[in-house]
């Protein structure tokens, strides 16, 4: 049974930083590409950042240079360093694991920005 377990989510404060966790198990992690959505109260869920397997990422224009994402394949967890957060970036952030078969979700940490 695979599982992506969020953690890290909090309330800080405009121009804080927040450090989020997933830990995936049941699931080769390694060879996948998993990411970081978001989604605000009556919004949709929209990406945030990605990393491939070889390590390569993408983000969205709205956190590049104060989001980082990383992963650490021996430990299955995929990382989303949030630096100068802003009021605008409080949501759900959701972890993914993208295979062939289908998308893995995590069930969600609360980031929520301000003062």
């Known amino acids: 049974q695979v599982q992506l377990v969020e953690s890290g989510g909090g309330l800080v404060q405009p121009g804080g930083s927040l450090r989020l966790s997933c830990a995936a198990s049941?699931?080769?992690?390694?060879?996948?590409?998993a990411g970081w959505y978001r989604q605000a109260p009556g919004k949709q869920r929209d990406l945030v950042a990605a990393?491939?397997?070889?390590?390569?990422?993408n983000s969205a224009e709205s956190v590049k240079g104060r989001f980082t994402i990383s992963r650490d394949n021996a430990k299955k967890t995929v990382y989303l360093q949030m630096n100068s957060l802003r009021p605008e970036d409080t949501a759900v952030y959701y972890c993914?694991?993208?295979?062939?078969?289908?998308?893995?979700w995590g069930q969600g940490t609360q980031v929520t920005v301000s003062s």
């Open positions: 049941g699931i080769a992690f390694s060879i996948y590409t």
């Open positions: 990393i491939t397997s070889g390590g390569m990422t």
């Open positions: 993914n694991v993208r295979t062939p078969a289908r998308t893995y």
